[in-house]
């Protein structure tokens, strides 16, 4: 059973695109690279009308088989068990395990954490901590080293062996492939170390903003085609501390329930009540928008004094893009302001990079405000606001990042106006064009090609995020053991961050992959999932059970 019942695609009648994403590309069936120079990304011969840019508003959101679902609780019910029965024989001395030594000299503190949260980090977390956390010690391009580490307590502590692992990097936010430690905004950056230095030393309000600064925000503001931008030097910020800035007690947040943990905190430290809809359920946002309107708040029932719907343009842990038409039209219906969260969405999404309100072919001006970072497509840090001039000038000055903490380091600024310069290049032949095709065609390939060897994927074609389904507890520790093995870099995901029984794999894909370099990670991915059996999908190579 699918996520949606129907499909609704949207195609852009200024766009080339193909009626068959399928369809040969460059003489090949999924086209083929050629090296460039500067460190920009690999060329691809194939034709630019075969890049699908089209908006699909159905997604992939399989029910796992039964006996999936049982065996995955049957197995998170046993570890639950054996984690008690472990700690009951640490209490009474009977068996050593981490920091139990340290826990007489703890005896009259008040624990820091719940008695399940720290029994859960303690006998299950600890089992598996070495698929996490792990260190790189080079530039996260398409390929990167990973450090070499062993354990001898348990994955309490770590020791590193000197040696590194070459590894495909199918777990970095690098969208567009601007990772690099050569070509242009290399370049750029070495010069704005030497004119600025790499640090304000100060708050907006202190003498901390550059001119380069300003040229960043007039430049995202240009980009994303909104009257004024305000940057943040931290991307959780800006929802964190915006949010608050925005609204207050009397009004109401409708938040998705996959919402990003920024958003949440924001959310929480408003003071506004809120009301949690279904992911990209549109019937369930009506119904909460209708029940608002009529009934306004709690007890006096007097009219909302703004109601603040907030979505994100893609989610990073499914893979799913906002159903951006639909909510724009509940939003216009109901009077309410539209918060859209593009962290993962701006440069990844679109055919000029302009992010989800170009893939849904809305006007920018139908959304409220349009947050987004510069963490994933531009290959930096921080964040910014983009709205119409009056609200940018009440955040920066009213919200706390804006305020109090110092403004963004210059050559991390210079970094996201050089990529963005090359990303707002109409040359046809241009650079930015190309990582923007590139990361469009490897989306889909990437996708196509899970499904086809039987994999269960969640999300959309259009996202770079890509999660495949493992379930089991035992499975999510073994594939990312298995994956660094075959020098796979991956990043793997459980319970508390998904829900019980939807453990997973994320792969994220990059404009600096090529397509050789895919299908090698797709072979070596099919074995992997033939070993541990966990291809639960319906393509060719699906298991029948």
């Not at 024989?89 to 000299?105: H, M, N, P, T, W």
């Not at 309000?205 to 380069?212: E, K, N, S, V």
């Not at 070993?531 to 699906?542: C, E, N, P, S, T």
Request: with cysteine.
């Amino acid at each position: 059973m699918t996520g949606t019942t129907s499909t609704r695609r949207v195609t852009r009648s200024s766009y080339k695109n193909s009626n068959n994403s399928n369809s040969t590309v460059g003489g090949d069936e999924y086209g083929d690279t050629k090296k460039v120079k500067n460190g920009g990304i690999n060329k691809a011969t194939y034709n630019e009308e075969e890049i699908d840019y089209s908006y699909e508003a159905q997604e992939e959101f399989d029910e796992p088989p039964i006996f999936v679902s049982i065996f995955t609780y049957v197995s998170y019910t046993l570890l639950i068990m054996l984690a008690y029965l472990k700690d009951i024989l640490v209490k009474y001395g009977i068996i050593s395990f981490g920091s139990s030594r340290d826990r007489s000299k703890m005896e009259d503190f008040v624990p820091l954490y719940s008695n399940f949260e720290a029994l859960y980090t303690r006998f299950i977390y600890m089992r598996i901590r070495d698929c996490w956390n792990r260190p790189i010690s080079s530039v996260p391009g398409a390929e990167f080293d990973v450090m070499e580490r062993y354990s001898t307590d348990n994955n309490w502590t770590f020791q590193y062996t000197g040696r590194a692992k070459r590894c495909l990097n199918l777990s970095s936010y690098n969208y567009l492939g601007f990772a690099e430690n050569s070509g242009p905004c290399t370049d750029a950056v070495e010069s704005a170390i030497e004119k600025y230095g790499l640090s304000t030393c100060a708050s907006r309000l202190d003498f901390g903003i550059l001119d380069i600064h300003k040229q960043l925000e007039t430049k995202i503001a240009e980009f994303v085609r909104k009257e004024a931008a305000l940057a943040f030097g931290m991307g959780f910020a800006v929802n964190s501390t915006c949010i608050p800035a925005l609204v207050g007690k009397g009004c109401l947040i409708i938040s998705d329930e996959l919402n990003h943990a920024s958003i949440v905190t924001g959310v929480r430290l408003s003071g506004a009540k809120v009301a949690v809809c279904r992911h990209n359920d549109m019937e369930n946002l009506e119904e909460i928008l209708r029940k608002a309107v009529i009934e306004g708040q709690p007890r006096t029932h007097r009219p909302w004094r703004k109601i603040l719907i907030i979505v994100e343009g893609i989610y990073s842990m499914e893979g799913s893009i906002i159903k951006l038409p639909e909510v724009i039209r509940l939003k216009k219906k109901y009077g309410a302001y539209l918060f859209v969260d593009e962290a993962h969405s701006i440069g990844a999404l679109g055919r000029t990079g302009r992010g989800v309100c170009e893939h849904c072919s809305v006007d920018p001006g139908d959304v409220d405000i349009l947050m987004g970072t510069f963490t994933k497509s531009f290959g930096a840090c921080g964040g910014y606001i983009a709205s119409s001039k009056d609200v940018i000038d009440h955040l920066r000055s009213n919200s706390h990042s804006s305020a109090y903490s110092a403004t963004m380091s210059a050559p991390v600024a210079q970094q996201t106006l050089s990529a963005l310069s090359i990303i707002m290049d109409n040359d046809e032949a241009s650079d930015g064009k190309e990582r923007l095709g590139r990361l469009a065609w490897n989306c889909r390939y990437f996708r196509k090609r899970l499904k086809e060897m039987g994999f269960m994927v969640y999300g959309n074609n259009s996202s770079p995020v890509v999660p495949l389904l493992l379930f089991m507890p035992g499975k999510i520790a073994e594939l990312s053991r298995r994956c660094l093995e075959q020098n796979l870099a991956v990043v793997v995901v459980g319970y508390p961050a998904t829900p019980l029984n939807a453990g997973r794999v994320r792969f994220c894909l990059s404009a600096a992959h090529t397509k050789e370099m895919l299908d090698e990670a797709l072979e070596k991915i099919s074995e992997i999932g033939d070993v541990l059996q966990i291809k639960f999908g319906h393509g060719d190579m699906a298991w029948v059970l």
